[in-house]
């Protein structure tokens, strides 16, 4: 990767995002976005028990940037530690 895909970070763990598909049937907006996926990240960690909180929902959220041009990010919702991670891309996977 370069440019600016390599200078995203996570605002509350600086983490390196990486990117990970988009779910079929979407409407999304772009097919590839960029989450962190660091789950010693504090607001990870802490959406679990806002989600209860709130919601009585099993449920927290990951950092997400869902298009690089707009910077516009937004919470990926995940329903479990391992939600999403089949969807990551590796370096491999772009070549």
Not at 2 to 7: L, P
Not at 15 to 42: K, M
Request: proline share 5%; charged share 25%.
């Amino acid at each position: 990767m370069s440019g600016a895909k390599d200078k995203l970070s996570c605002p509350h763990c600086g983490e390196t995002l990486r990117p990970f598909s988009v779910p079929e049937q979407t409407n999304w907006g772009q097919e590839v976005q960029w989450a962190c996926f660091n789950d010693e990240c504090p607001y990870y960690l802490e959406g679990w028990d806002w989600m209860w909180e709130r919601y009585s929902v099993k449920a927290s959220y990951r950092y997400r940037v869902m298009n690089l041009e707009s910077g516009k990010s937004s919470p990926l919702a995940v329903w479990s530690k391992t939600a999403v991670l089949d969807r990551i891309i590796n370096d491999e996977d772009q070549k």
